[in-house]
């Protein structure tokens, strides 16, 4: 079946410095997605891609649905406290009625 | 517009109980999914309804896991009988899209999830 590899797993980080994660694909989605889940929570959806070559950007974090439909990158710029969580990116295909592949995902931590 | 709603919150049971989860969708959602989450691992769907029909059940474990959409609305999802393995967060997932229209505005959301240990 389909599978994202998604990285780094971990990253520990200081507040204030700028992330880059990425989800890599065996097969082409029609739609890549970031979520972020904290603890106790289920995902909260972050950013949405719908075209290749797509650059999407809300406030501090921009993704990029990746020209070949195979990979997307995330990165949240100017870091802060509160975007402890970890983040799954997912894809999405038309032909297998909207389910989502996730990620592993990459979990984040920031000191202040 | 109110959210997913899953409950219980928690649970624990003893290997081979039986156990079961419900969840309330999003009013007006046609779609409903579930999803395994197990431990520092990204979610795993498990069975997908369209209004009271499966779609897609490919992954669920059918000798031990069932799942109704009565009605098209509720669901609830059943472990019966449990194993150790099966302990994860489940999370109840709807949306606005059918197969027959996917479309990019799904309105994909989560629900805080039921949180399974078998011990």
């Known amino acids: 079946g389909q599978q994202l590899n998604q990285s780094p797993q971990s990253m520990f980080i200081q507040e204030g410095e700028d992330v880059s994660m990425n989800c890599t694909s065996s097969s082409i989605f029609n739609t890549w997605l970031w979520y972020k889940q904290e603890p106790g929570e289920g995902p909260v959806l972050l950013i949405a891609l719908y075209k290749a070559g797509e650059l999407t950007s809300n406030g501090r974090l921009t993704a990029q649905f990746g020209i070949t439909r195979k990979d997307s990158f995330l990165n949240i710029s100017a870091s802060i406290p509160s975007d402890v969580g970890i983040y799954f990116c997912a894809g999405q295909s038309y032909n297998q009625g909207g389910k989502l592949i996730f990620g592993q995902g990459t979990e984040l931590s920031v000191k202040p | 517009e109110a959210g997913v709603a899953q409950s219980p919150r928690y649970k624990i049971i003893e290997k081979r109980q039986s156990v079961a989860f419900w969840c309330n969708p999003i009013?007006?959602?046609?779609?409903l999914y579930w999803y395994q989450q197990i431990l520092g691992q990204g979610p795993k769907l498990l069975i997908q309804f369209q209004n009271n029909g499966v779609v897609d059940d490919s992954q669920l474990p059918k000798d031990r896991f069932s799942a109704e959409r009565l009605k098209g609305v509720d669901s609830t999802l059943k472990i019966q009988p449990a194993k150790l393995e099966d302990s994860a967060v489940y999370l109840c997932a709807s949306s606005r899209a059918s197969t027959s229209s996917p479309g990019r505005d799904y309105g994909y959301t989560f629900g805080s999830g039921t949180r399974l240990t078998v011990v």
């Open positions: 009013s007006g959602h046609a779609t």
